[in-house]
Structures are given as structure tokens and as C-alpha cells.
């Protein structure tokens, strides 16, 4: 079993940048998917970003494109979501989650099976 915990949320002036880490407990193989994803107020939770457990392969949302990174530091079992260019839209509660599967990246939510508390970011405009 994985326990993902989040880390880095906080409150940026829009145009500003944040950097979430996921450091995942809990097994001895970390050698599994990672994604983010994320829940504004009112709205259902979506898919952000995710990465492969070699890091060879991320993927994105289209919303985030070109202003996020993923990452991640096997030897520290850390995932890292680097976020600049930050709008008043990315406000959200972000999560991390591991996978079920084994090889590539997804951003289906459904494929994930372990999750983090969460983290608050608020972007003010």
C-alpha cells in the first residue's frame, strides 16, 4: 500500500509560481505512476498532470500545458509539481495519487487507487 502526502500549497498573486512536492510512504518498490489532480469549489475533481515511474512519460491537461511540470525523484519518492503562470482558475485543493497500473501515464482518474489529503492553492487575482 502507498500514502501519498502532499506538501507546498499556499496563497500566489496570479502570475506567480508554486512548487508541490507528493512524497509517497508505504512500499518498498516505488517504481509506479504518479499523478495530480486537482478539485475547485463546487466543481468535480480533475486531472492535472501525471508521469511514469522512470519519469520517461508525463502527460497533461490541456489547461495546464506549457505552464506545469512534473517530475520526479525516485531515490527521494518524491513527485514534484512545478506551476508557474499561475490564474485565479488553478485555485484548487491539489492531490497526488498512485497508480494501479505499472507502465506509462494517465491522467484517468479512475486508474489511480491511492490519494493524498490534498493541499489548498490559491491563486488571487
Known amino acids: 500500500q502507498v500514502q501519498p502526502v502532499e506538501s507546498g500549497g499556499g496563497l500566489v498573486q496570479a502570475g506567480g509560481s508554486l512548487r508541490l512536492s507528493c512524497a509517497a510512504s508505504g512500499r518498498t518498490d516505488n517504481r509506479i505512476p504518479m499523478g495530480w489532480f486537482r478539485q475547485a469549489p463546487g466543481k468535480e475533481r480533475e486531472s492535472v498532470a501525471a508521469?511514469?515511474?522512470?519519469?520517461?512519460?508525463?502527460s497533461y491537461a490541456d489547461s495546464v500545458k506549457g505552464r506545469f511540470t512534473i517530475s520526479r525523484d525516485n531515490a527521494k519518492n518524491t513527485v514534484y509539481l512545478q506551476m508557474n503562470s499561475l490564474k485565479p482558475e488553478d485555485t484548487a485543493v491539489y492531490y497526488c495519487a498512485a497508480a494501479s497500473f505499472r507502465f506509462g501515464s494517465s491522467l484517468a482518474e479512475s486508474r489511480y487507487n491511492y490519494w493524498g489529503q490534498g493541499t489548498q492553492v490559491t491563486v488571487s487575482s
Open positions: 508521469i511514469s515511474w522512470s519519469g520517461g512519460s508525463t
